[in-house]
């Protein structure tokens, strides 16, 4: 029986993982096995209104959780107990959701979940121990993934916020212009002096200087765009270095703080950039512009809703968490 009842979890276990890559040993030592070690203390994890979370389930999200979260290997012990409490308290806030879903009488997907099953029975057809286990492991799986999809079928529920009236919008509008503002734009032309980022400090230095050298022509008459399309490896060189209006935060921290103190028709000192050695020149200076409700209406409508959902879900959360009796198992991270 006990050795049924590891199959079990190891299948539903696996099942969890599904496609991920298996992370490194150690991490999984680290973090799941130390668990594993003492399953008679530790036979639980919470108890939920009643409903015990076990350590079968923990274990299990705990395997997957590694997978995902240390897939370098490397786990620090205090970064190791955070991850296990965060764990359990996934798992606790799901059979809160399952709870409520149950109490609201709502329907899991049940073509899903026997579709799920299926292909989980057809992986392991060709076992000789599968026809052992494979009445317990089904069902257990079946109950799993059957509150999987009470889970998402209750976010969904919450989070699906009806379509506010135009007054409600009109009001968010107004309430929120800064969501509906064109940021200030700047239409920027550039000399790129193309530079690999492994290169040594004397190649940097020669871009540099050249770099100097083609700011100082253009300061005593020289044509930029022509010295960009001579000069510049960019792809805006065929156009005279022109790369047209550019917002905020496209051209990386240092040009981006160059081009905050230039006025329209100044060209730049060189800028030492990731890709080589820049020279900018501000053309032209956009102003922030409010767009009017009726451009925006559809952008609003949608923002509105998500954000409205997001609420309702906290709420709900919190709520269940308020209302609810839960003892916790905390020797994993105390």
Known sequence: MFMMRVLILWCVGFFWVGNISAAPQQAVS?????????????DYIAIVNGQKV?????????????RERFYHGKVEE???????????D???????????AKRRKLKADADQVETDVKAFDEKFQDDPEWAKARDNVLSELREKLNDDSLAKIIKLSVTSVDAPSDSELRKYYEENKNLFTTPSRNRVSLILLR?????SSEVWRQASDEATSIVERINTGADFAELARIHSSDESAENGGDMGFV?????????????????????????????????????ERTPPALNVFDSVKERAQRLYQREKGEEAWKVLLQR??????ITVNDAPWR
């Open 54 to 66: 076990s350590m079968g389930q923990y274990v299990s999200a705990l395997r997957r959780g590694v």
């Open 320 to 325: 269940l968490h308020a209302d609810a009796k």
């Open 90 to 100: 996934e798992l606790i806030e799901r059979a809160l959701l399952v709870q409520e």
């Open 30 to 42: 680290s973090v799941a096995e130390e668990v594993e070690e003492k399953p008679e203390e530790l």
């Open 78 to 88: 205090d970064e190791a107990k955070e991850f296990r409490k965060d764990v359990a």
């Open 195 to 199: 530079v690999d980022p492994s290169s």
């Open 247 to 283: 917002h905020l935060g496209m051209l990386g921290e240092n040009a981006e703080k160059v081009l905050a103190i230039m006025e329209p028709g100044e060209v730049s000192a060189p800028v030492v950039l990731l890709e080589g050695v820049s020279i900018f020149r501000l053309e």
